[in-house]
């Protein structure tokens, strides 16, 4: 079987009160879901790796083929937890070793 | 080569001075080089120097920049006569087929923009991409909508605008992206609006040169032309000698 390509994203958060990774992860499938649909969604792959609420970072996993597809997502999201938010792509890496050295 | 990104569409009242530095400020650390605020009627020349000082304080160049919504092709050829030559970038909103047909073959005219969100009063079809493409005539496309709208307004305007593109690319009549937000929770990085430009069909390259290369080109070709030294296009004055 072919191995799946997968690229991590990671994502500064820009919003005045913090989201819990369920908030903020919710937020990112509803925009993706509101774009693309649920078949565009489920082709994603999307997953939270993890999220560090000092710094305001979260790091994403998603399928290659759908990245451009999370990118316009990600561009689109305007509120985390009913709260006004944006979200910015701070690196995109194929590697979690190679994305927290890009972040340092 | 880095690029130098672009977002020449930032609508704040420099009026207010509070919004509008911390919209700048924010725009030199999302990493935009050059940045312009539209001159509206109710502005001063007083303004546009504040507006300069702000600028140049944050390190970001400044581009002065004129919106209009002509009535007729009259009052369009009135307002490039009397703007042009105090304007780096001109840019005209049109709302009827006359307008957007006169704007598009006038080499003065820099942006073409089309805010109607109804596809019957959006004009950039083959005819008009044929025009623009002979004076280069830049389409602009604001990305607000795309963030404050939802449902089936959203779904109209991505359809539209995707026929756009696909219009303007055809007929290569460069793309400029710019954000057309006035809150800053709505400004996005440079490389995220140009994500956004995928939902309309531009590929990744394509995205970027709209958000950088094309409006920088537009910028640097105005600003040679305004210069003093400027006699024609690709003719300039070099030194001045003595007449004998």
């Known amino acids: 079987m072919k191995r799946v390509k997968r690229r991590y994203l990671a994502l500064q958060l820009d919003c005045e009160t913090l989201p819990t990774e369920r908030e903020f992860i919710d937020a990112v499938w509803a925009s993706v879901t509101k774009l693309y649909g649920e078949v565009g969604a489920s082709l994603t792959g999307l997953t939270l790796i993890g999220l560090d609420i000092e710094r305001k970072i979260a790091v994403i996993r ?41 972040l340092k | 080569m880095t690029r130098a990104f672009a977002d020449l569409h930032l609508r704040v009242n420099p009026k207010d001075q509070k919004a509008t530095r911390e919209l700048i400020n924010r725009a030199a650390n999302f990493g935009y080089s050059l940045i ?24 970001v160049d400044f581009v ?37 047909r006169q704007a598009a073959k006038d080499r003065r005219v820099d942006l073409l923009s089309f805010p109607s969100l109804d596809y019957h009063k959006r004009f950039f079809d083959r005819a008009e991409a044929e025009l623009a493409s002979g004076s280069l005539t830049a389409l602009e496309v604001d990305v607000k909508p795309l963030l404050v709208l939802e449902g089936p307004p959203r779904v109209r305007i991505i359809m539209s605008l995707r ?15 710019s954000s057309g937000v006035g809150e800053q929770r709505f400004m996005r990085f440079p490389r995220d609006m140009a994500s956004l430009a995928y939902l309309f069909g531009l590929d990744e390259v394509s995205a ?37």
């Open chain 2, 64 to 100: 002065s920049r004129a919106d209009f919504h002509p009535r007729s092709e009259n009052d369009l050829t009135h307002f490039l006569r009397k703007f042009r030559r105090r304007f780096e970038v001109i840019c005209i909103s049109c709302d009827n087929k006359e307008v957007a």
């Open chain 2, 36 to 59: 312009s605020i539209p001159f509206t009627s109710g502005m001063h020349e007083d303004d546009l120097s504040k507006l300069k000082s702000i600028c140049a304080e944050a390190s």
């Open chain 1, 62 to 102: 998603v399928a290659l083929v759908a990245l451009n597809t999370v990118k316009a997502s990600l561009a689109a999201v305007t509120s985390l937890a009913n709260r006004a938010a944006s979200v910015h792509v701070l690196a995109v890496s194929g590697t979690l070793k190679a994305l927290y050295s890009n």
């Open chain 2, 163 to 177: 026929r756009e593109i696909k219009i303007a690319r055809e007929f290569k009549v460069p793309i400029v992206i």
């Open chain 2, 208 to 244: 970027l040169d709209a958000v950088s290369t094309n409006p920088e080109a537009i910028v640097k070709r105005n600003r040679e032309k305004l210069s003093s030294r400027f006699v024609a296009p690709g003719i300039s004055i070099v030194k001045e000698g003595k007449v004998l």
